[in-house]
């Protein structure tokens, strides 16, 4: 399977510090779903702050759920037009050598 990877970029007037944050309740709202387990081996993220991104990475419906509370939480807490959504897919893994 395939790991999928979102960008999220915020305006010039958005604490990444505090999106982080939110970011944080985000991963706590997914362990009520699914455990701490598997977000823990299921979703992985960054913070570049120098971008004002954060970008969050994983795979499965784990990942989705994640990415579906961040966002509603980041549209409440600074608005539709402070953030960007990017997906992408990430690098397939290199094949192990025979």
């Given at each position: ?81 402070a953030f960007r959504i990017r997906r992408e897919p990430s690098a397939e893994p290199a094949a192990a050598a025979a």
């Amino acid at each position: 399977m395939r790991d999928t990877q979102f960008r999220f970029q915020f305006a010039a007037d958005v604490d990444v510090a505090d999106a982080q944050g939110t970011l944080g309740l985000s991963l706590l709202a997914a362990e009520g779903l699914h455990g701490d387990a598997k977000v823990r081996t299921d979703v992985a993220y960054s913070v570049d702050p120098v971008r004002s991104e954060i970008h969050v990475s994983g795979r499965g419906v784990t990942l989705d759920h994640v990415v579906q509370i961040f966002t509603s939480l980041l549209t409440h807490e600074f608005g539709r037009e402070a953030f960007r959504i990017r997906r992408e897919p990430s690098a397939e893994p290199a094949a192990a050598a025979a």
